[in-house]
């Protein structure tokens, strides 16, 4: 089955820097990528996700990469806020019964200063 | 729309006591989901639905049992609480694959004491 790693597990920066999560995946048929945000106290909700047939996707100050050969995808956040401050999941696919459901990382928590 | 709903979101049991979480999803989604989210492990799956009428062990079945009332709904139950299952539980859907992203409802607080 799918064993998904994420670090860092905690991650602090000043409001305006760069923020960089990174997970690493085992199964090597897994297709589809996405990235969670859970606010203190909220559900989890998806904020960006990817496909294995592109290398990157953007969207305004969030991306993903993806790194099939390497079996890694990362999470990038540009010019932060405080309102990025969140938990953040990557998850990737579980599919050893013939039907796909989320393998989820560990989470990283990510605290953004003013 | 509500997307997915879930209730309680608070509640107390003692050791021993039963009790059933709902969840009803209102996007015509064909799989749902249960996971559980214990600090620093994420979010762990219990039991998954991947389309009425089915239902299957996730990663951390033991201690619990689901339904799959109709396509709209999919309860949890726990037959005898035990103070290991103290977490916030997670009832989320999707269409018929992981790929078409998940919708969570808004969890349940759950403390067994």
């Known amino acids: 089955g799918e064993n998904v790693e994420q670090h860092p597990s905690t991650l602090s920066v000043q409001e305006g820097d760069s923020a960089v999560i990174k997970c690493t995946y085992s199964?090597?048929?897994?297709?589809?990528f996405p990235w969670y945000k859970q606010e203190l106290g909220k559900r989890p909700q998806l904020i960006i996700d990817?496909?294995?047939?592109?290398g990157e996707k953007k969207d305004q100050r969030i991306a993903v990469t993806l790194n099939k050969t390497a079996k890694h995808f990362s999470l990038h956040i540009t010019e932060t806020q405080p309102e990025d401050s969140a938990v953040y999941f990557c998850?990737?696919?579980?599919?050893?019964?013939?039907?796909?459901?989320?393998?989820f990382g560990t989470g990283t928590r990510l605290l953004v200063s003013p | 729309n509500a997307g997915v709903t879930q209730t309680p979101k608070f509640q107390v049991l003692k050791t021993g006591q039963s009790m059933t979480l709902q969840c009803a999803q209102d996007?015509?989604?064909?799989?749902m989901y249960w996971y559980r989210q214990d600090p620093g492990m994420g979010l762990r799956l219990i039991y998954y639905s991947a389309s009425e009428g089915t239902t299957d062990k996730g990663e951390v079945p033991n201690g619990y049992n689901v339904s799959r009332l109709n396509k709209r709904e999919f309860s949890l139950r726990l037959e005898s609480a035990a103070p290991s299952q103290t977490s916030v539980y997670f009832c989320?859907?999707?269409?018929?694959?992981?790929?078409?992203?998940?919708?969570f409802g808004s969890g349940t607080r759950l403390t067994v004491v």
């Open positions: 990817i496909r294995s047939n592109v």
């Open positions: 199964d090597s048929a897994s297709n589809y």
């Open positions: 989320a859907s999707s269409e018929a694959w992981a790929g078409g992203g998940y919708t």
């Open positions: 998850a990737a696919p579980n599919s050893n019964t013939g039907f796909q459901k989320l393998v």
């Open positions: 996007m015509n989604h064909n799989s």
